[in-house]
C-alpha cells in the first residue's frame, strides 16, 4: 500500500493543481458574492470576479503547481501572455455560458442566497479542466515537452 508521501510524489502537480485551483475557485466565488452583494449586476460581477481569480491563478499556477520560478524578463512576458491568452479564450466559453445557464437553463436560481451561483459553480468546473490543459501544454510546457 502506498503512503501519503508516494501518492504524493507521484500525483504531485494534479493535487497541487486542484488545490490552486480550489483556491481560483473560492478567489472567484467570493469576489463574484462581493460584487453582487455591492448591487453590481450579475453579468459585470462574473466578468469581474473572472480578471481576480486570473490574477490569482497566475501566482499559484507558476509559483506552487508548474515550478516555474524564472524571472527572466523574456520568460515572464511568455507566460504572463501566453497564460493571459489561455485564460481569455476559456474565459471567453466562461462568459458565454454564464448568462447561456443562468438565463436560458434556468440556473438562476439563489445559492445560498447568491443570485446565480449555480451557474457559476457550473462554468468554473468547464473551466478548471480546461484551464489545466493550457497551462501544462501552452504555458508552463518544460523544454522536454516541446519536443513530443
Keep these: ?31 463574484y458574492a462581493l460584487f453582487v452583494w455591492i448591487d453590481i449586476d450579475v453579468s459585470a460581477s462574473n466578468i469581474l470576479s473572472w480578471v481576480c481569480a486570473v490574477s490569482f491563478a497566475f501566482v499559484v499556477n507558476k509559483w506552487i503547481v508548474f515550478l516555474s520560478r524564472s524571472l527572466e524578463r523574456d520568460v515572464l512576458v511568455k507566460e504572463i501572455g501566453s497564460f493571459f491568452f489561455m485564460r481569455i479564450m476559456t474565459g471567453l466559453v466562461a462568459i458565454a455560458a454564464f448568462p447561456a445557464l443562468y438565463y436560458g437553463l434556468g440556473m438562476n436560481m439563489p445559492l445560498f442566497s447568491i443570485d446565480g451561483l449555480a451557474a457559476k459553480i457550473t462554468v468554473s468546473v468547464v473551466e478548471i479542466i480546461l484551464n489545466y490543459f493550457a497551462s501544462k501544454f501552452v504555458v508552463f510546457k518544460t523544454k522536454s515537452e516541446d519536443s513530443l
Design 1 to 31: 500500500m502506498d503512503s501519503f508521501t508516494d501518492i504524493f510524489k507521484k500525483y504531485r502537480e494534479g493535487i497541487l493543481y486542484l488545490v490552486c485551483g480550489a483556491g481560483t475557485i473560492i478567489v472567484s466565488w467570493l469576489t
